[in-house]
């Protein structure tokens, strides 16, 4: 029995190995699934068991130097990230509606399939996130559903690249994810920087309603597909993911909008609106995440925030 398993699970994983598209295949991280399981599992471990042991009898690092050199290296990554996306087919050839998956060799597409990995790649580099709070003893933002998002998202999206590397309408929300990070990350690296930069933060309050705008975009435009007579992308349940996450974090930030904003349940001034030295604004918005967008450790991303006790948490 166990030998029959475990022969079906070569077998599945060989068929893997053979639907991974060839433009893709000679990418970092991409030959198959078990390097970049190992790097995430390896990072759930020392953040969850390692770091918080090596913290245990030190002060706190100051990282402010590091999180403002970080922050705005984020903010022209995801830049580049988002012209790049542009330039392969959102600003020159695609329609905006039934986008399909490209097959060709041709120069645009593996450009798109460039910067789809170099999205990709950006997830590992936001475990820094994580790292800035473990270094800095910020352990009650390290939670469930903050590694569950950092660990979870880069493992999707491999099978995301592998299978639809030039992805069409699918690739569409993460060059939305990529321009909110632009953003956030910009408005984390200015708190890093001190206090003399408060006074040109004076949209915080707007973030929140970016994430929301950013939900709603993506959410309209995937949910074209179920309206066209006819549109055959090739692979049908990205779409429905791409909805379902969409639908699921509108509703999240709209609660937590309501509950900071519209009945006011929030933190008391001075440690809520003022942004840290540090980079971590110490209040309601604080952990609101990116495939949303932290914003706790001077970071973001374009999705997850979550609302807990009154307080929003990252995914």
């Known amino acids: 029995m166990i030998q029959e398993v475990f022969s079906n699970l070569l077998r599945f994983y060989d068929y893997l190995l ?17 390097a970049m399981t190992l790097i995430l599992l390896s990072y759930v ?23 403002v050199v970080y922050n705005f290296s984020m903010v022209f990554f995801n830049a580049y990230i ?51 709070f473990v270094l800095r003893k910020k352990h009650s933002q390290v939670t469930f559903l903050h590694i569950f998002h950092h660990s979870v998202l880069p493992w999707s999206w491999w099978w995301g690249i592998t299978l639809t590397p030039a992805g069409g309408m699918g690739s569409f929300h993460a060059m939305i994810n990529a321009m909110v990070h632009v953003i956030m990350y910009s408005y984390y690296g200015l708190s890093a920087a001190g206090p003399r930069f408060q006074k040109y933060l004076w949209w915080k309050k707007y973030m929140t309603a970016i994430q929301l705008t950013q939900f709603i975009v993506v959410s309209v435009h ?5 309206f066209m007579e006819n549109c055959e992308y090739q692979v049908p349940i990205f779409i429905h993911l791409i909805l ?6 509108f509703i999240l930030f709209s609660n937590f909008w309501i509950q900071a904003y519209i009945k006011g349940k929030r933190l008391p001034v001075g440690s809520d609106d003022k942004p840290k030295q540090n980079g971590c604004a110490n209040g309601t918005e604080a952990a609101i995440l990116t495939n949303g967008t932290h914003l706790e450790n001077g970071s973001t991303h374009y999705t997850n925030g979550f609302a807990v006790n009154g307080k929003v948490k990252e995914v």
């Open 18 to 34: 053979e639907r991974t598209d060839a433009r893709v295949r000679d990418y970092p991280l991409m030959q198959s699934p078990i």
């Open 45 to 67: 471990f020392l953040v969850l068991y390692v770091g918080p042991r090596y913290m245990a009898s030190r002060k706190p690092y100051d990282l402010k130097t590091p999180m």
């Open 82 to 132: 988002v012209y790049e996306f542009m330039m392969s087919g959102w600003a020159t050839t695609f329609t905006w509606r039934c986008d399909l998956i490209d097959v060709s060799t041709a120069p645009q597409t593996l450009r798109m399939i460039r910067v789809a990995w170099l999205f990709y790649f950006s997830k590992y580099v936001e475990l820094l996130d994580t790292a800035f």
């Open 222 to 226: 995937i949910s074209q597909y179920y």
């Open 244 to 249: 379902m996450y969409g639908v699921l974090f």
